[in-house]
C-alpha cells in the first residue's frame, strides 16, 4: 500500500520551533519533488514549500521563507520541514504530497495538526 505519513506536529507557543517529518512507506520519494501545503480552519489548502528529488532546489511561500526550511534524506525515504519562528497565523494542519502543485499532486498524507498559540 502507498503510503505518506506525516509526524511532528503539536502545540507550540509563539516563536517556538517544530520539525515536521513526511515518510513513504509502499514506494520510494527519490523519484519525486516533494510538497509540504497547509490548511487553516475554513481556508483552501495552500502550498508552503517544495524540494526537488535531488534535494538540490527548493521554494518557499512567501510568508515563510526564511523560517522554514525543507530538506530531505533519501536513504531513509523521508522529507522534512523545520519551522521556526513560529507566528499564530502558521497554525494549520501540515500536509505533505508527492508534488509540488497541489491540481498534479499524486499522493497526500494524512495531515499533522501544527497549533501556535500562547
Known amino acids: 500500500q502507498l503510503q505518506l505519513v506525516e509526524s511532528g506536529g503539536g502545540l507550540v507557543q509563539p516563536g517556538g520551533s517544530l520539525r515536521l517529518s513526511c515518510a513513504a512507506s509502499?514506494?520510494?520519494?527519490?523519484?519525486?519533488?516533494i510538497g509540504w501545503f497547509r490548511q487553516a480552519p475554513g481556508k483552501e489548502r495552500e502550498w508552503v514549500s517544495c524540494?526537488?528529488?535531488?534535494?538540490?532546489?527548493?521554494s518557499y511561500l512567501g510568508s515563510v521563507k526564511g523560517r522554514f526550511t525543507i530538506s530531505r534524506d533519501n536513504a531513509k525515504n523521508t522529507v522534512y520541514l523545520q519551522m521556526n519562528s513560529l507566528k499564530p497565523e502558521d497554525t494549520a494542519i501540515y500536509y505533505c504530497?508527492?508534488?509540488?502543485?497541489?491540481?498534479?499532486?499524486?499522493?497526500w498524507g494524512q495531515g499533522t495538526q501544527v497549533t501556535v498559540s500562547s
Open positions: 509502499g514506494f520510494t520519494l527519490e523519484s519525486y519533488s
Open positions: 504530497a508527492t508534488g509540488c502543485i497541489k491540481s498534479g499532486v499524486r499522493d
Open positions: 524540494i526537488s528529488s535531488s534535494g538540490g532546489s527548493t
